[in-house]
């Protein structure tokens, strides 16, 4: 036995999670719901966390930070609409987990975190598991990525005031966004499509994430 859950339970942990959270909540991309079934989401928190790894909440990773509500990681996923080729932005790498659920699908995976510790743990976890289609970069992701651009798709994973202008512009045409946009109690997710050099906004849900810290999002 390693600990509460030994290898089984977490598995049968992931399925349930799956099954109740994500399915039951009306996400239907198989790509999504095979990535969320087989990342081991209890590797990207704490030993002491790990028998709540599964649960339908956030989870704190240190540094004041959280690992999103494996709903919440479902639903912008989906909304990223990838197919298998795509070059994904995520801004805001956080545990890693998020990440691992893109580079399952996509072709590659720039994850951009502020905090170097945050970023070097992610990027361990990374590793251990095998991943080699993810680059790390630490930094202010609300400037993007220039040297990578453009790119397919782009997730942000903390709240910003606005959307950030150069993630617009590092945006590929057709390319999807999705970010939560509000103030630092209560936020929408908003899903952009460029059409013409446009955004086209549609909004999904209503979101509790953690601040974006940059020179387009909050200032510190
Ligand atoms: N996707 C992550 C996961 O799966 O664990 C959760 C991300 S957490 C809700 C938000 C992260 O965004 C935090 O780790 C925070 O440090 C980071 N962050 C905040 N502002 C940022 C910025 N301007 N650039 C990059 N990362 C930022």
């Not at 239907?28 to 790990?50: G, T, Y």
């Not at 209560?186 to 909004?203: E, N, R, Y």
Request: net charge neutral.
């Amino acid at each position: 036995m390693q600990g509460f859950y030994d290898k089984d339970l977490y598995r049968i942990a992931r399925e349930k999670m799956v099954k109740s959270q994500i399915v039951a909540r009306g996400i239907k991309d198989e790509k999504v719901i095979q990535a969320m079934l087989k990342v081991p989401r209890h590797l990207f928190v704490e030993e002491a966390l790990r028998d709540q790894a599964y649960g339908d909440f956030p989870l704190p990773i240190g540094k004041g930070q959280t690992i999103s509500q494996p709903y919440i990681v479902a639903l912008m996923t989906e909304a990223l609409e990838l197919k298998g080729k795509e070059r994904v932005l995520e801004v805001g790498t956080g545990s890693g987990y998020q990440t691992a659920i893109l580079a399952e699908i996509a072709l590659w995976v720039y994850t951009i975190e502020r905090d170097p510790d945050l970023s070097e743990k992610a990027k361990k976890v990374l590793l251990s598991l095998g991943y080699k289609n993810i680059s790390l970069k630490i930094g202010d992701g609300s400037l993007g990525w220039p040297e990578a651009a453009p790119f397919d798709a782009i997730i942000v994973t903390a709240a910003s005031p606005q959307i950030p202008q150069p993630l617009v512009d590092q945006l590929a045409e057709g390319g999807r966004i999705v970010i939560p946009v509000g103030d630092e109690f209560s936020q929408i997710l908003v899903k952009g499509i460029k059409k013409d050099g446009i955004l086209k906004i549609q909004t999904l849900e209503p979101v509790r994430f953690v601040k974006l810290v940059g020179a387009y999002g909050f200032k510190e």
